[in-house]
């Protein structure tokens, strides 16, 4: 099956800075990247996703970028915010589309 | 619309003992799914459904049961609880994989 890898595990950044998560996968077919944001105590929340037949979508301060020939994806967010800490993962689709991979996810923390 | 519900939200159960965990929504998704999540391991499937009637399991099946009897509703059901099954589950639907709405969770403790 895919194997997803997620880093870094944690991120500490002043507000205002840049955070940058980074993502690989194995499975050539993989063609969905979802990004998920989880708030302590709640479910994972969409934030961004993208499609193989993409490079970068932007949404406001959050971009992903994908590089599908060294498979690898990357979250970006701008002009971090403390409401911005939380739990980040990353995530690909088994090529049935039916199935998710997880990363592990990136603990961010946001400094005030 | 309540989206994805889940009860309920905290269990302690003792080795050997089943349950069943409820998730409903009220979406009209046709794509369910439960995932159970530790510790630095993130997120693994465990069950999920495109449809009434129709179930498949994903990366960790071992030891659960689910039925996808309506559109509604899609129950986790442990028949001999085990402490490797102490875990936080979710329950998420959309209308297909992409785009999953993910439900608050049941904190599951299994002594």
């Known amino acids: 099956g895919e194997n997803v890898e997620q880093h870094p595990s944690t991120l500490s950044v002043q507000e205002g800075d840049s955070a940058v998560i980074k993502c690989t996968y194995s499975d050539s077919a993989s063609n969905y990247f979802p990004w998920y944001k989880q708030e302590l105590g709640k479910g994972p929340q969409l934030i961004i996703d993208?499609?193989?037949?993409?490079g970068e979508k932007k949404d406001q301060r959050i971009a992903v970028t994908l590089n599908k020939t060294a498979k690898h994806f990357s979250l970006h967010i701008t002009e971090t915010q403390p409401e911005d800490s939380a739990v980040y993962f990353c995530?690909?689709?088994?090529?049935?589309?039916?199935?998710?991979?997880f990363g592990t996810g990136t603990s961010l923390t946001v400094i005030p | 619309n309540a989206g994805v519900t889940q009860t309920p939200k905290f269990q302690v159960l003792k080795t050997g003992q089943s349950m069943t965990l409820q998730c409903a929504q009220d979406m009209n998704h046709e794509y369910m799914s439960w995932y159970r999540q530790d510790p630095g391991m993130g997120l693994r499937l465990i069950h999920y459904?495109?449809?009434?009637?129709?179930?498949d399991q994903g990366e960790v099946p071992n030891g659960y049961n689910v039925s996808r009897s309506t559109t509604e509703d899609f129950p986790l059901r442990l028949l001999s609880a085990a402490p490797s099954q102490t875990s936080v589950y979710f329950c998420?639907?959309?209308?297909?994989?992409?785009?999953?709405?993910f439900g608050p969770g049941t904190r599951l403790t299994v002594l």
């Open positions: 993208i499609r193989s037949n993409v």
């Open positions: 459904s495109v449809g009434a009637g129709i179930t």
């Open positions: 998420a639907s959309g209308r297909a994989a992409n785009e999953q709405f």
């Open positions: 995530a690909a689709t088994s090529n049935t589309g039916n199935q998710f991979y």
